[in-house]
């Protein structure tokens, strides 16, 4: 079985920055393809940002395009989602996911993915 574990998650006031990372653990986990996604309060969750099993593709949700970058290190099983100018609407539960499949391209939905992290609290205050 896989864990995902994410961290970095916290407090920050509008126009902050913070850096969240998710560190995959358990069994044998061959360079997947990750993602990031967020559920506000009162609302489903959405998708942020995807990355290739070798990071040489993302693709971001147009509302944080240009403030949150992703990156990945496979070496480490760890990808991160870097969030810049951040804004109140940013506020929710940030989640990893990873596709059980090795050297996978992007992917943006939900179902795509078969691991989840249980999410970290971000809260930005205006």
């Known amino acids: 079985q896989v864990q995902l574990v994410e961290s970095g998650g916290g407090v920050v006031q509008a126009g902050g920055s913070l850096r969240l990372s998710c560190a995959a653990s358990?069994?044998?986990?061959?360079?997947?393809?990750m993602g990031w996604f967020r559920q506000p309060p009162g609302k489903e969750r959405e998708f942020v940002a995807a990355i290739s099993w070798n990071g040489g593709s993302t693709y971001y949700a147009d509302s944080v395009k240009g403030r949150f970058t992703i990156s990945k290190d496979n070496a480490k099983n760890t990808v991160y989602l870097q969030m810049n100018s951040l804004k109140p609407e940013d506020t929710a539960v940030y989640s990893c996911?990873?596709?059980?499949?090795?050297?996978?391209?992007?992917?943006?939905?939900?179902?795509?993915?078969?691991?989840w992290g249980q999410g970290t609290h971000v809260t930005v205050s205006s």
């Open positions: 358990g069994r044998t986990f061959s360079n997947p393809a």
């Open positions: 996911a990873a596709d059980k499949r090795p050297f996978g391209g992007l992917k943006v939905r939900p179902y795509e993915y078969e691991y």
